[in-house]
């Protein structure tokens, strides 16, 4: 259970430094505090924050591929981070973490956080996303027998 609680600390504080970052653009680097979160995993915080970063460009294109009707620059900035996130971890990250818990963490953080009902646009987004990234892994899998 500690590591579980672990993740939700670092997946908030790794939210909360990609939202500020996004106002800070080219500015010096963000940081934030970490006292607010005791019993943070910060190790596996940076690792979201870092690879959301690296893998922007790509997240976004698939992100806007799953959202046609609503670009995702236009998104407000709590949902347009929260998807990027989760997407990383569910596409990039090799912690293997079921996709449908890296949903519903994006849901918790978006009910925080977000718009009051932003949390169901995420929540299609992300599933969709799970879903054509789980046809694509079976169809590799049995390519591979």
Same mark, same amino acid.
């Given at each position: 259970?500690?590591?579980?609680?672990?993740?939700?600390?670092? %997946?908030? @504080? !790794?939210?909360?430094?990609? @939202?500020?970052?996004?106002?800070?653009?080219?500015?010096? &680097?963000?940081?934030? &505090?970490?006292?607010?979160? &005791? !019993?943070?995993?910060?190790?596996?915080?940076?690792?979201?924050?870092?690879?959301?970063?690296?893998?922007?460009?790509?997240?976004?294109?698939?992100?806007?591929?799953?959202?046609? *009707? %609503?670009?995702?620059?236009?998104?407000?900035?709590?949902?347009?981070?929260?998807?990027?996130?989760?997407?990383? $971890?569910?596409?990039?990250?090799?912690?293997?973490?079921? &996709?449908?818990?890296?949903?519903?963490?994006?849901?918790?953080?978006?009910?925080? @956080?977000?718009?009051?009902? #932003? @949390?169901?646009?995420?929540?299609?987004?992300?599933?969709?996303? %799970?879903?054509?990234? #789980?046809?694509?892994?079976?169809?590799? $899998?049995?390519?591979? *027998?």
């Amino acid at each position: 259970m500690k590591q579980n609680r672990n993740r939700r600390l670092a %997946r908030v @504080y !790794a939210f909360q430094t990609l @939202y500020a970052a996004e106002f800070h653009k080219g500015e010096e &680097p963000v940081s934030i &505090p970490t006292d607010d979160f &005791p !019993a943070l995993d910060l190790e596996f915080a940076k690792a979201i924050i870092a690879g959301t970063e690296a893998q922007l460009a790509a997240i976004d294109d698939l992100l806007q591929s799953h959202s046609p *009707k %609503r670009k995702i620059a236009h998104l407000g900035a709590v949902e347009r981070n929260v998807l990027r996130m989760a997407t990383w $971890e569910m596409l990039f990250s090799n912690d293997g973490v079921d &996709p449908r818990i890296i949903i519903n963490e994006a849901i918790q953080l978006t009910k925080e @956080y977000g718009a009051d009902n #932003s @949390y169901k646009f995420v929540n299609a987004v992300l599933d969709s996303l %799970r879903k054509t990234n #789980s046809k694509a892994q079976n169809a590799s $899998e049995a390519g591979d *027998k």
